[in-house]
């Protein structure tokens, strides 16, 4: 129906109309819809942008006509084409005013600017109004659609590690341990879902915009960005952002040195270019509303560019053209789009300042329960799942790798096609190494050029004749991946796969996919490996296959990776501090692609795989790299272990080993050479080896055993702060009955992996130290340890706090010590275990011979189980340090500590910390101190008292306020 009419004479009425009505706000959701766009006329003017999706829905409503439209469009500036639209529906009357409103109602991120004003006048639309369509043709939100659309084709199916089948990502996306760090890299706890990580939680610097998740190689990094990615374009992200633009950071190595594009070009050629935008709304409103924007960049390790060629100022305008990499980092860093959310992945170890980033998530890989769901996804028939069960149970190695999903998918993978493809296929025994893993893979891919086998009889496997059978692509395809690690690159051409030797029938194998994100001109195409990881293996291929060169080629990048590296990343450096010149020239800020070369070359030419490599080399050749190889490790081990400075502790002489010495440990095991593990073991002159903090995983495990089973002394190991979970302390069994230090505090354990310390410790009796602290023990393996207490009689030092302890527990660990006569510290920091445990403490405390400190602080304990550890302490003269730090202690405690401090029992240190004692229960305190020589301090800051009623105590300086 027509709705156009005369417009004579119509707004001056209606402003006269609208000066006569009251405007209290409590009537304004009473005036009409037409009194309301005259009332609130300079507002709309000013916050209604986008005019298009308005003149569109009126014009196919009937409400204006062709010639309203042009007249409008016709009009210079935006303000005076939103006051003709305005002039234009008042003419029309109520309805063709409330269907303006309808508009801004329904489309409602073209609008967002209104949505407040929309809430004043409490606007709800009348059912009449509803029943006519409103089409969203407003720039933006289209944009926004066609951006979900393009996201959610590229992420629904898996194509992380170039699986020739695609495969849906619901169908086999797995969630990993994602743990939250603060700041000095300490852990939160675990996100539970994907949506917790853009949320506020464990926020330490409100002022970054960078989320960075970090991780080993593997472990899942980019398809966690993928699985965000794919959430959000199925609107299933707990976000209000409206734009979701994803990079891979090595396309920013890919454009020429002089190469400048604007902000513009790299958020709209290299993701997805606007339609229906003639006039920029899109840009424009992303620099008006940057919290509304979600970006992803994957993998900043793999930026190669040094700094020298970028001499530019700090990038701060978005209508500039500076480098791709500057832009890149003038986002991070928030000198661009300020408010944005940033998600950067990149390898551990890679540190960048804490002022850039937001949050940080580091990413743990599977548990045994993902693990599991991994497994049942992938194998749909029951068969295969108990086939691969089975043999997982039986080899903790080879769960320790299959934590990793990038090692596991191979694994899974491998079974499935080869189990397919020959009459029987089992998993490699538990002596599998990563090289047995990466060999499986290539034996898949080449496989793929072996016709299908007859339903009726499947050939025997022979891996061997697989690999010959492909020895010529294999070759290629390891030339270029060689060429590829020399250079420092990650992506190659067509060119330079030509030139390797790689015709167009060896790209459906497998080991190259296309890459689109690079270029936006639709140059020729450009491939990278499907995991660096891979393109690792396959340089150190052919650095075994090349029969040109000579053999101490090999070592190449043994001897680069020797040299000093920075361990701060540049690149933040440079755009924090301004500098426009760098040091030196940093391609990575990590080698570890260079290290799993090296590694990989070891168990290519290690023993074990003599009669495989020698189907592909010369035997006499293959015998020379051995040899150099072998006595380069030789030579390097003993240089290595020399160089580390022994130092005392007062749990012996201490080593602490440089992170390389765990790629020493993970390359010996590959060699599986007994010799070299036993030098390396003898070589090893300190009683204690610190590994804390080395990034040291489940599968390393394994390596670490491989040495210290051939050590002939007692030896401590701190493993603090590493990942090696259930699966690791499986793999250490053999080197426990040597041990007198086990640390593996923060390690992701359980109690399974008590009942293995349990088993192991009890039966040698050599433990002197145990060190668990905030792992995931529970009353079950509270009693294990209580065992391991009960049963060693050398035990001095056991910390178990932040752990799932209650009152059950605490109950088995007080009476253990009661019984122990050697135990001298032990701390409890952080469980659960009440006035029921303080109780249980108490009387193990009561005469105890040997206990000298305590920690009991953050274990829900009342006044009731402070007055229970006061009155015990009453009869022990050995505790010297005593904490009850961040309990629940009342000044009804008072009179009994009191007690205890005037019986001057030698306790030397008192930490009341985080209670609740107000000036009363602390007057107690300070006046029985008159009566104590032996207190050097009772620390009670944070109790509630004021600064005034401190001071009170100014004169008693063994009081601690601060």
């Known amino acids: 129906?027509?709705?156009?009419?005369?417009?004579?004479?119509?707004?001056?009425?209606?402003?006269?109309?609208?000066?006569?009505?009251?405007?209290?706000?409590?009537?304004?959701?009473?005036?009409?819809?037409?009194?309301l766009l005259t009332y609130h006329r300079e507002l709309l003017v000013s916050q209604l942008r986008s005019v298009q999706c308005i003149l569109d829905n009126l014009y196919a409503s009937g409400f204006i006509c062709e010639e309203d439209v042009e007249i409008v469009q016709q009009t210079a500036t935006k303000p005076e084409q939103v006051r003709k639209i305005l002039e234009l529906v008042q003419c029309k009357g109520e309805?063709?005013?409330?269907?303006?409103?309808?508009?801004?109602?329904?489309?409602?991120?073209?609008?967002?600017?209104?949505?407040?004003?929309?809430?004043?006048?409490?606007?709800?639309?009348?059912?009449?109004?509803?029943?006519?369509?409103?089409?969203?043709?407003?720039?933006?939100?289209?944009?926004?659609?066609?951006?979900?659309?393009?996201?959610?084709?590229?992420?629904?199916?898996?194509?992380?590690?170039?699986?020739?089948?695609?495969?849906?990502?619901?169908?086999?996306?797995t969630d990993t341990l994602m743990e939250l760090l603060n700041d000095s890299?300490?852990?939160?706890?675990?996100?539970?879902?994907?949506?917790?990580?853009?949320?506020?939680?464990?926020?330490?610097?409100?002022?970054?915009?960078?989320?960075?998740?970090?991780?080993?190689?593997?472990?899942g990094k980019s398809i966690l960005l993928q699985k965000l990615q794919n959430l959000w374009s199925k609107k299933e992200l707990k976000t209000n952002a409206i734009f979701f633009f994803k990079f891979r950071c090595r396309m920013f190595s890919s454009f020429r040195d002089a190469e400048q594009i604007s902000l513009r070009d790299l958020l709209f050629k290299h993701n997805c270019y606007p339609d229906h935008d003639p006039d920029s709304?899109?840009?424009?409103?992303?620099?008006?509303?940057?919290?509304?924007?979600?970006?992803?960049?994957?993998?900043?390790?793999?930026?190669?560019?040094?700094?020298?060629?970028?001499?530019?100022?700090?990038?701060?305008?978005?209508?500039?053209?500076?480098?791709?990499?500057?832009?890149?980092?003038?986002?991070?860093?928030?000198?661009?789009?300020?408010?944005?959310?940033?998600?950067?992945?990149?390898?551990?170890?890679?540190?960048?300042?804490?002022?850039?980033?937001?949050?940080?998530?580091?990413?743990?890989?599977?548990?045994?329960?993902?693990?599991?769901?991994?497994?049942?996804?992938?194998?749909?028939?029951?068969?295969?799942?108990?086939?691969?069960?089975?043999?997982?149970?039986?080899?903790?190695?080879?769960?320790?790798?299959c934590s990793t999903p990038l090692f596991c998918w191979i694994v899974f993978k491998s079974f499935s096609h080869l189990h397919s493809m020959h009459d029987s296929f089992l998993l490699p025994d538990m002596t599998i190494t990563l090289t047995d893993i990466f060999l499986m893979l290539c034996e898949v891919f080449l496989s793929r050029s072996t016709p299908a086998p007859s339903l009726l009889k499947k050939s025997a496997?022979?891996?061997?004749?697989?690999?010959?059978?492909?020895?010529?692509?294999?070759?290629?395809?390891?030339?270029?991946?060689?060429?590829?690690?020399?250079?420092?690159?990650?992506?190659?051409?067509?060119?330079?796969?030509?030139?390797?030797?790689?015709?167009?029938?060896?790209?459906?194998?497998?080991?190259?996919?296309?890459?689109?994100?690079?270029?936006?001109?639709?140059?020729?195409?450009?491939?990278?490996?499907?995991?660096?990881?891979?393109?690792?293996?396959?340089?150190?291929?052919?650095?075994?296959?090349?029969?040109?060169?000579?053999?101490?080629?090999i070592l190449k990048f043994f001897t680069e990776c020797s040299r000093k590296k920075e361990a701060s990343c540049q690149l933040f450096d440079f755009c924090i501090s301004g500098s426009t010149k760098p040091s030196e020239k940093q391609p990575f800020a990590t080698n570890e692609h260079l290290q799993f070369t090296n590694l990989f070359l070891c168990g290519l030419l290690s023993k074990a795989r003599t009669g495989l490599m020698e189907q592909l080399v010369s035997p006499v050749l293959l015998k020379k790299k051995r040899v150099l190889l072998k006595s380069y490790l030789s030579t390097s081990i003993k240089s290595h272990l020399r160089g580390l400075s022994p130092y005392s502790s007062s749990e012996g002489k201490k080593v602490h080993v440089l992170p390389n010495f765990l790629w020493i440990l993970r390359c010996i095991f590959e060699t599986g050479s007994k010799d070299i593990a036993q030098m390396t073991a003898k070589g090893i002159t300190?009683?204690?080896?610190?590994?804390?903090?080395?990034?040291?995983?489940?599968?390393?495990?394994?390596?670490?055993?491989?040495?210290?089973?051939?050590?002939?002394?007692?030896?401590?190991?701190?493993?603090?702060?590493n990942n090696i979970s259930d699966y690791g302390v499986k793999q250490l069994q053999p080197s426990f009955s040597k041990m007198t230090v086990v640390r593996l505090c923060v390690n992701h354990l359980s109690d399974c992996s008590i009942e293995v310390l349990a088993e192991e410790l009890c039966k040698h009796k050599v433990v002197e130290v145990l060190g668990l602290y905030s792992n995931h023990i529970t009353d079950v393996g509270a009693k294990l340890v209580a065992q391991i207490i009960e049963e060693c009689p050398k035990l001095r030092v056991v910390k178990i706090g932040k752990n799932k302890i209650t009152a059950v527990g605490g109950r088995f660990l007080a009476q253990a010590i009661q019984k122990s006569t050697s135990i001298f510290d032990v701390g409890m920091w952080g469980n659960n275990i009440g006035n029921e445990g303080a109780e249980a403490f108490a009387e193990a405390l009561r005469q105890h011979p040997s206990l000298t400190n305590l920690s009991l602080s953050a274990n829900n304990i009342t006044s009731a189980g402070g007055r229970s550890l006061a009155e015990a302490l009453k009869e022990n003269t050995v505790l010297r340090i005593f904490w009850l730090v961040q309990n629940e202690l009342t000044d009804d405690a008072a009179p009994n500590l009191a007690e205890l401090i005037q019986a001057n029992t030698g306790l030397s240190h008192l930490w009341l910390i985080n209670n609740q004692f107000t000036v009363d229960g602390i007057r107690k305190l300070s006046e029985a101190l008159t009566h104590n020589t032996a207190l050097k301090e009772i620390c009670v800051k944070g109790n509630q008292l004021s600064e005034e009623e401190e001071k009170v105590f100014v004169a008693e300086k063994r009081l601690r306020f601060h």
């Open 95 to 173: 309805e063709a005013c409330e269907f303006f409103i309808y508009i801004i109602y329904k489309v409602c991120d073209a609008y967002i600017d209104l949505q407040p004003w929309l809430q004043e006048i409490n606007y709800n639309p009348s059912s009449n109004v509803t029943l006519i369509q409103v089409v969203n043709t407003d720039p933006i939100s289209r944009y926004c659609e066609k951006l979900r659309h393009e996201t959610s084709r590229d992420t629904s199916f898996i194509m992380s590690y170039g699986q020739k089948e695609e495969t849906r990502l619901e169908d086999l996306y």
């Open 461 to 553: 496997r022979c891996a061997s004749d697989t690999l010959k059978g492909g020895l010529k692509p294999l070759t290629a395809f390891a030339k270029l991946a060689l060429k590829g690690m020399e250079r420092g690159s990650f992506i190659c051409s067509q060119e330079e796969l030509s030139a390797c030797g790689l015709a167009e029938d060896d790209l459906p194998l497998g080991f190259l996919r296309p890459v689109s994100e690079y270029d936006a001109s639709g140059s020729p195409e450009i491939f990278e490996f499907l995991h660096v990881t891979l393109q690792s293996f396959l340089a150190a291929f052919a650095l075994i296959l090349d029969e040109q060169v000579a053999p101490s080629s």
């Open 185 to 219: 890299n300490e852990s939160l706890g675990f996100l539970e879902s994907l949506n917790q990580l853009l949320d506020e939680e464990a926020i330490f610097n409100p002022h970054g915009d960078t989320i960075y998740v970090t991780g080993d190689a593997g472990v």
């Open 1 to 35: 129906m027509d709705r156009v009419g005369s417009c004579d004479s119509f707004i001056t009425r209606c402003r006269v109309d609208c000066c006569t009505v009251n405007m209290d706000p409590i009537d304004e959701a009473r005036l009409s819809c037409l009194n």
């Open 686 to 721: 300190a009683s204690l080896i610190k590994l804390g903090h080395c990034n040291v995983f489940s599968g390393d495990c394994t390596a670490i055993n491989f040495v210290l089973q051939h050590r002939k002394k007692l030896l401590g190991l701190d493993m603090d702060n």
């Open 281 to 401: 709304e899109v840009f424009d409103y992303i620099l008006r509303f940057p919290e509304r924007v979600i970006f992803t960049f994957d993998g900043y390790d793999e930026i190669q560019d040094d700094l020298d060629s970028i001499s530019v100022p700090e990038m701060v305008s978005p209508e500039e053209k500076a480098h791709p990499l500057q832009l890149l980092i003038s986002l991070l860093c928030g000198k661009l789009l300020k408010g944005s959310q940033k998600v950067l992945t990149a390898r551990t170890g890679i540190e960048i300042q804490t002022k850039v980033i937001r949050k940080k998530v580091a990413l743990r890989g599977f548990s045994p329960d993902h693990l599991k769901t991994y497994l049942n996804l992938h194998f749909k028939e029951q068969e295969h799942r108990k086939l691969v069960t089975v043999q997982l149970d039986a080899s903790p190695h080879l769960c320790g790798l």
